[in-house]
């Protein structure tokens, strides 16, 4: 019996050598000019990842932070990440944290815990970052909050309470845009006070916000689709989305651009400041900052999970994630859009992109 | 709804593994080797038919015919009781996957835990209690972690396509749990206390009775464990612990009492009950921040039966059920609660075909009646009904042939039509050897064994009326296979006896039901999409030893099941012909039990390849190999007791896994129980 025993440990440590090997090609993260391509991964499964792809190289590493911090996961739902001087602050939502790595290396600088449902990172200076972060469980949210940092401690020194569920906000001439999406408004912070200056209403459920050539605040409003907050969950109202321009010293005088039907999404602005991108109905969208009206036609008939404009030569960036259980890709388009360029597979559920 | 999410498929090139899976085969055929060296036969058990049941039970004018009898050339897994005994503080997961080593999806100790046998998901196999389904109208899939094992007296597993034989949900298996009337005059009973790591604490009773025409058992047993064992997590600066939070099995009960009643000469009434009620945390995941989810399960489970031999030699059975199974969860104020009533009845008749076989035709009725809060205000009710015939003839006492039928009217339409045909056939028994008593299917020899089956899957009432999305006009999943396999006895003397058994599998599930979001507006919904194939090799070997007062028994099992999408549309985006996620390719177990003097001891080692995570063949659990061990000791007291001393070790190895992402497994761990039996 005993030989049958060490006959069984046997072929059994010889299978437990055939565990699937990693298959990314190096141990470091691609030379810059590069791009973070952040995958969300499966809810639960404390599996998001990084992607790090070198522009020039075309290497991918797949799982950055796993790969150079020891085999580390990052955690659960990888929601965004923003750049302050040579740190990256990546919030990852379900686990109520913000994990800083240095850029480009990606090791591993800190983790900034408790900070409850973390939505998105913008940073007014190389030492003072803001996260978004919601409050309340989705049966009843409350008023979220804006998360100061210092990025040089690492901590969080203030929070701001802004309105439910505040999501992409931007950094501008020292006042903070952050759009407040479970209710109608921007809030606006004066960076240097910490402080709500100002509550600007806009359209149902801001979720971006970005400011163009002209110093114009553009807010891009899904519109609201009120779920039952208990199962069936049925659908029990909504309100078209709409896109809102307004101008930073005078906030109340908006074009307000209404969509017909549907939920638009992704609101992006090119390197110049001149272009909008946005998806909507299973499409990406193309528009000028000096139009007064949405397009009618499509600029890539795809829909996609992420955007990004390359700022060094404007190549597009399209995440496609074909569903929780499966790996996603992201394509490259040309500047002017056409025909996909290549496309590299990533973990599952990729969603953004952060170049460096 | 999230729950078929998960419950999906993955990856894997197997040409690449090739060179581990030879070597695996080659150390198991040493292990087989060694294992024949000894030789002095016995005869081996089989409680499953009727011819061995004959002497134990002295007045068997009702003896019930059971299904497996219908079953032949399909391979089946039977527990021990003297093993099920040493698990009675348990539930059917520790059986199921610490011993048997099934593969079984397992969220954490108490926590959702569904079993894949042959590849299949964890709708695929039929739970069946007392000849009844038992899985939840709703999900259409069973939490083993909620099946404790005091309720009943049997367990054991048929693996492949059995729809014929179980109705619904029988197609990578079924799990066929029953309470079996003990009707040893006299009196009966046992109380036992049990205390293990992080805050296990449980108990169970059981009092047994039987008179000439009365046989009745109450057995009950509750547990409660805190789950707050530690963890270790990799993090940039190196494994940092952690303890593990919101994942306390707050209570778990059993209570099951049955009564056997002989009724004249030749009736029996039988009456079951099975109440279980568990009250757990729901653990979301390690990387889960701030979830407090909890969930209340209770079933209710009652059947009556009626049992009578005609003149003829025949036998009419009717039962009627009623069962209730409540899930009350709720996370962060958010709540969903769900409570389905099923009344079932079911008829047959089994009449004897001269000496050499046996028909029975049957009738089952199911009605449910569901209120669930994913479904709307409005409760839900459905019907099913089925047909069955099954026939076992043997033409010669060395050829066994099962042909077996079955037609289920469901409210979309009819399931396919489920025929099965099994053969069993002793290519070759010794002469001369001392079993010549034995009936032929029992004796020392080579067996070839083959079957082909027919099943179906109906669809659950979530895939039905779930709002949004539900889908009322799916089509039930089609299933078909066929197995063909050796077993060979060694041994017929009372000392020795080795069972060998080898079995090949294939078989596929067509119109498998997927979550897509196809449905109005986006929703998920389920569609009748996929057809994934599986295939594999099953092969094990028992040992039982009996010396003096010794009596040994080891068992080594290994399978390789190779399980891929095969067919899909494309908006189903995972990928075909990889390797389905939560199939590990390899599994292999070895047990041994002792019995010497007042002493026992048992160890399991089960060992699972890597398992994909998503259906990508991309992320994956390690492998990992386990060891669980059962030390015993029992002292005679006077007037008939006894005072009998466990300690069990779970995961002795202290291995560090995952048994799903981000569910870190618990560490060694340790139980005591402490029984006092009177008989």
């Not at chain 1, 998105?120 to 998360?147: D, H, L």
């Not at chain 1, 190549?315 to 074909?322: E, F, K, M, P, Q």
């Not at chain 2, 995941?285 to 209710?300: F, H, K, L, P």
Request: proline fraction near 6%; include cysteine; glycine fraction near 10%.
């Amino acid at each position: 019996m005993k030989k049958s025993l060490l006959a069984l440990l046997l072929g059994a440590t010889v299978l437990v050598g055939c565990d699937p090997k990693n298959e990314d090609a190096g141990p470091s993260v691609p030379a810059s000019p590069g791009v973070y391509i952040l995958s969300e991964g499966q809810f639960g499964k404390g599996d998001g990842t990084i992607s790090a792809f070198g522009t020039a190289s075309k290497a991918l590493l797949t799982d950055a932070f796993g790969t150079i911090n020891n085999g580390s996961a990052l955690g659960d739902v990888i929601q965004d990440m923003g750049i302050a001087g040579t740190q990256g602050y990546i919030c990852v939502n379900a686990s109520n944290k913000v994990e800083v790595v240095s850029v480009p290396d990606f090791k591993s600088l800190a983790t900034i815990r408790n900070i409850r449902q973390p939505r998105y990172f913008a940073a007014t200076s190389a030492t003072r970052g803001y996260v978004t972060s919601w409050r309340g469980p989705y049966t009843s949210y409350q008023p979220g909050k804006v998360m100061v940092l210092n990025l040089t401690t690492n901590t969080v020194i203030d929070s701001i309470t802004v309105g439910r569920n505040p999501e992409q906000l931007i950094a501008l001439n020292g006042l903070l845009y952050v759009p407040n999406s479970y209710d109608n408004t921007v809030s606006i912070i004066d960076a240097a006070t910490n402080k709500v200056t100002s509550t600007v209403t806009v359209s149902d459920g801001p979720r971006n916000v970005v400011a163009d050539q002209a110093g114009n605040i553009w807010a891009l409003c899904s519109g609201f689709t009120v779920y039952n907050t208990v199962s069936p969950y049925n659908v029990i109202s909504s309100t078209p989305g709409a896109l809102v321009r307004f101008a930073a010293a005078s906030p109340a005088t908006q074009l307000k651009l209404a969509f017909a039907g549907g939920s638009p999404s992704q609101l992006r602005i090119s390197p110049d400041k001149t272009q909008l991108y946005y998806g909507f109905n299973g499409a990406e969208y193309k528009m000028s900052t000096t139009a007064t009206a949405l397009p009618t036609t499509p600029f890539i008939r795809r829909n996609f999970n992420g955007f990004g404009i390359d700022p060094r030569d404007n190549t597009l960036y399209a995440a496609v994630s074909t569903g929780y259980t499966t790996n996603g890709r992201f394509l490259r388009y040309p500047a002017a859009g056409g025909a996909v360029i290549d496309s590299f597979t990533v973990k599952v559920g990729p969603n953004g992109f952060v170049f460096y | 709804m999230v729950f078929k999410f998960l419950a999906k498929s993955a990856i894997g090139s197997l040409g690449r593994r090739r060179g581990c899976v030879l070597a695996a085969l080659l150390a198991a055929g040493a292990t087989a080797h060694a294992q024949t060296a000894p030789s002095r036969p016995t005869a081996p058990t089989r409680p499953d038919t009727l011819t061995t049941r004959a002497h134990r039970l002295p007045e068997a004018q009702v003896r019930a015919v059971r299904p497996e009898r219908f079953a032949v050339g399909s391979r089946r897994l039977e527990v021990d009781s003297a093993v099920l005994a040493q698990y009675r503080g348990g539930t059917a997961t520790d059986v199921l996957g610490g011993r048997l080593g099934l593969y079984i999806k397992n969220y954490g100790p108490g926590q959702l835990a569904t079993i894949s046998l042959r590849g299949t998901a964890a709708q695929h196999t039929a739970v069946l209690w007392n000849g009844l389904n038992i899985m939840l109208p709703t999900l259409g899939q069973n939490d083993l972690s909620l099946l404790p094992i005091s309720g009943n007296t049997q367990l054991a597993v048929q693996l492949g396509p059995a729809a014929a034989l179980y109705g619904s949900g029988a197609v990578g298996g079924a799990i066929v749990l029953r309470t079996e009337p003990d009707w040893r005059p006299g009196l009966r009973g046992s109380v036992q206390a049990d205390a293990g790591s992080f805050g296990l604490r449980g108990g169970n009773v059981e009092a047994r009775a039987a008179s000439a025409t009365l046989a009745v058992r109450v057995a009950a047993s509750y547990r409660q464990a805190q789950n707050d064992y530690p963890y270790l997590v990799r993090e940039p600066a190196g494994l940092v612990r952690y303890t593990m939070q919101n994942a306390a099995l707050r209570h778990q009960w059993s209570f099951s009492p049955d009564l056997a009643w002989r009724v004249g000469a030749a009736g029996e009434l039988t009456a079951s009950v099975w109440l279980t009620d568990a009250d757990r945390e729901i653990q979301q995941g390690t990387s889960v921040a701030g979830s407090n989810a909890r969930e209340i399960d209770q079933s209710r489970r009652l059947v009556l039966g009626y049992r009578r031999t005609t003149s003829g030699g025949g036998q009419w059975s009717v039962r009627g059920a009623w069962f209730e199974d409540i899930i009350n969860y709720s996370d962060q104020g958010a709540i969903s609660n769900s409570r389905v009533r099923t009344t079932q009845s079911q008829a047959d008749y089994t009449a004897p075909l001269g000496p050499r076989g046996s028909l029975r035709l049957g009738l089952e009725a199911q009605h449910f009646a569901a209120l669930v809060d994913g479904y709307g205000d409005e409760p839900i009710a459905e019907n099913r009904a089925a047909a069955f015939a099954l026939l076992r003839y043997d033409p010669r006492p060395t050829l066994r042939l099962s042909a077996n039928l079955r037609q289920a009217a469901l409210p979309a339409g009819l399931a396919p039509l489920t025929p099965t045909v099994g053969l069993e056939w002793d290519v070759y028994q010794p002469l001369n050897s001392a079993s010549d008593s034995l009936p032929p299917a029992q004796r020392p020899g080579l067996t070839l064994k083959a079957s082909a089956a027919r099943t179906y899957r109906a669809p659950t009432l979530n895939e039905r009326y779930w709002r949004p999305g539900g889908n009322p006009d799916l089509l039930a999943e089609a299933g078909g296979g066929y197995e063909v396999g050796l077993r060979h006895r060694l041994g017929s003397a009372a000392h020795l006896a080795l069972e060998t058994e080898l079995t090949a599998f294939s078989q596929l599930v067509d119109n498998w039901v997927q979550w897509l979001p196809l449905g109005a507006g986006g929703a998920y919904s389920p569609r009748n999409l996929r057809q994934v194939r599986s295939q594999g090799l099953e092969a094990s070997s028992a040992l039982r030893l009996r010396q003096g007062r010794y009596r040994g028994a080891a068992r080594i099992s290994y399978a390789f099941t190779s399980t891929q999408k095969t067919q899909g549309i494309a908006a189903d985006t995972d990928p075909v012909g990889v390797q389905l996620a939560y199939v590990p390719l390899h599994r292999a177990t070895f047990s041994t039990d002792h019995a010497w003097r007042g002493w026992l001891a048992s160890t399991a080692f089960t060992f699972s390849s890597f398992a994909y995570t998503d259906a990508s063949a991309s992320s994956f659990l390690p492998a990992v190999g386990l060891l669980g061990a059962t030390l015993g000791r029992t002292v005679p007291l006077p007037h008939h007791t006894g005072l009998t001393l466990l300690v069990q070790s779970t995961n002795l190895l202290n291995r560090r896994y995952d048994s799903y992402p981000a569910r870190p497994a618990p560490p060694r761990a340790f139980s005591v129980s402490l029984r006092f039996d009177y008989q």
